[in-house]
Every structure is written in C-alpha cells, then in structure tokens.
C-alpha cells in the first residue's frame, strides 16, 4: 500500500478524533495511505482499535486512543500519550462530533446543549490547545476541523448544533489568525449530507430532509471517501496558502 506514488503526509504523525466509524474512519485510511503515522481515538474503544488495526493489516502505521473528548482532564493525557509515542504530531483533525435532534432553542434542555458543546466545540479547542505547543516547537502544524454547512447556515442542524458548528469556524480562523506566520494553519470542512451512520441515523425520520438531499446539484449524498479526500489536501503542503479556510463540499445543497 505504501510503495507508489508521492505520499502527501509521508513522515507526519496525524491524530483524528472519532475515527471509529464514518469521516474519521475514513479520514484515518486516507491519511495512513498517504504515509501518516495515525493516531485513531475514539469514545468506542474497539472501534478505535478496529480502525488502527485495519490500517496495519493494510500495511500502514497507526495506533489507538480511547477518548471521550468531553472529558476534558482526558485530553491532556491523550496528548500527552501521542506525544510520547511518536514524539512529534503535525496533524490534527478534529472530527468527533454529534447531532442534536435539530432541536430548536426553547426544546434544547440544558443537557443537550451542555453535551453537543462540549463534544463538537469545547473539545476541539482543548485539544487545540493541548498540542499548539509542540507544533510550534516543531516548526509547525495542521488543524482539519470537521465543520458543516450548518457552520454557515441555519436549518442544517438544530440550535446547539449550529452554534458549535459556527464555533468551530471561528476557532479555526482565530487559530489561524494567532499562528499562522508560525506555521500552523487552520482549516474547516462544511460538509453537507455525507452518507455516514450520523446521517442515516437522521434521515430515516426526516423524509423531507431526504428530498432536499435528493434535490440537490450533486443528486446524491456526499462519500465519506471524498471528506477524506479534502481532508487529506488541507493536512497536505499542497494547501501551504489555505489559511483560516471553511470549505464547502456539499454537493451544491447551499448553494440556493
Ligand atoms: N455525516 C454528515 O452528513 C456530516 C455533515 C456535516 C458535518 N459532519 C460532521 O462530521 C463529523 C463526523 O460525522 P460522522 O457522520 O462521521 O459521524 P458518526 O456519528 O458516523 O461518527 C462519529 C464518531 O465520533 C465518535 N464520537 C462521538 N462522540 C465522541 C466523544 N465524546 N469522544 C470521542 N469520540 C466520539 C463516535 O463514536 C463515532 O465513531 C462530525 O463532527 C459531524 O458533525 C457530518
């Protein structure tokens, strides 16, 4: 797997939070194609290991992390651990995350709010914050931060959702903004409706949704391979000038 070609991420140690199943699963094959050293965490143990352990049999270097990001004494230790092991992390894709029932303000109770914040916006930055850093000791790095169209739109999530997802975006420009002439760059994913367990989960009861999804330029759902895809670019020197950047891959769904 790793004999051809240029491999965009070879040398680099890469974490990505979520990679059980869905974009961080894929995210995490796609980075280990590419030569990372891969850090897969997730809250779900054995899907952690089962991600880790795919990437070894394919023939790429990876290891498990069992996190839950809301956790947050766990983050520093998860830091702590990577950078032990590998003694250096230049990317870190911040993709753990969870829906909010698309909930409006007045049926969003405190729990919900508190839980999607604290995985899908207080996480990232903690975790951000845990490995700027070595980055800078390290001559730099690269944040993916796993956004959404509800980042920049409303109605693509409910109330705590689109809040985080916004948060997210401005994290990844202030990041950029404080490190970028130190060589971090900062970049956020807006996905639209990628066909993942998240979504289905969703889409089973939202039969208007589903026609929206069917209704858009692309006429299908997003493949968590071409997340992985994008992913893989802004991990990449190939997008040395992205700086701070919230990319639309959506299939056109906001475009109208
Ligand atoms: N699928 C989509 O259509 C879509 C669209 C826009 C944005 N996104 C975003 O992309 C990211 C990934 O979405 P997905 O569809 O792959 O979701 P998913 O639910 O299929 O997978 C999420 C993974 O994150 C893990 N996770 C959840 N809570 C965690 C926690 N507290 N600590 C550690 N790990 C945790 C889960 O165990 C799971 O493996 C999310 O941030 C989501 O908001 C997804």
Redesign the pocket.
């Known amino acids: 797997m790793h004999g051809s070609g240029a491999m965009r991420l070879k040398y680099k140690v890469a974490l990505v939070?979520?990679?059980?199943?869905?974009?961080?699963?894929?995210i995490a094959g796609q980075f280990a194609r590419e030569g990372a050293h891969v850090f897969c965490?997730?809250?779900?143990e054995s899907?952690?290991w089962a991600c880790a352990e795919q990437i070894l049999a394919e023939g790429g270097s990876a290891a498990a992390i069992a996190?839950?990001?809301?956790?947050r004494a766990a983050i520093p230790a998860m830091a702590a651990q990577a950078l032990a092991e590998q003694g250096q992390v230049d990317i870190v894709c911040?993709?753990?995350?969870?829906?909010d029932d698309f909930r409006p303000a007045a049926d969003t109770d405190d729990a919900l709010w508190d839980?999607v914040l604290?995985?899908?916006l207080t996480?990232p930055f903690l975790i951000s914050r845990a490995f700027i850093p070595s980055m800078l000791e390290n001559g730099g790095g690269t944040f993916v931060n796993?956004?959404?169209?509800?980042?920049l739109i409303a109605q693509?999530?409910g109330t705590a959702?689109t809040v985080?997802?916004h948060g997210?975006i401005g994290l990844t420009r202030q990041i950029s903004a404080d490190y970028g002439q130190r060589g971090i760059r900062a970049n956020a994913?807006?996905?639209?409706?990628?066909?993942?367990?998240?979504?289905r989960?969703?889409l089973k009861d939202a039969p208007e949704v589903q026609a929206i999804v069917d209704s858009v330029p692309a006429g299908r759902?997003?493949r968590?391979e071409e997340?992985a895809e994008l992913a893989t670019y802004l991990a990449s020197d190939s997008s040395g000038f992205i700086h701070g950047a919230a990319m639309v891959i959506?299939g056109g769904w906001t475009i109208r």
């Open positions: 939070t979520g990679a059980g199943r869905g974009l961080g699963h894929a965490c997730d809250v779900d899907a952690a996190i839950d990001v809301a956790d911040n993709n753990a995350g969870v829906l839980r604290a995985i899908n996480a796993l956004a959404s169209m509800a980042g693509a999530g959702y985080s997802k997210v994913i807006c996905p639209g409706s990628i066909d993942t367990a998240m979504s989960d969703f759902m997003g968590p997340i959506d």
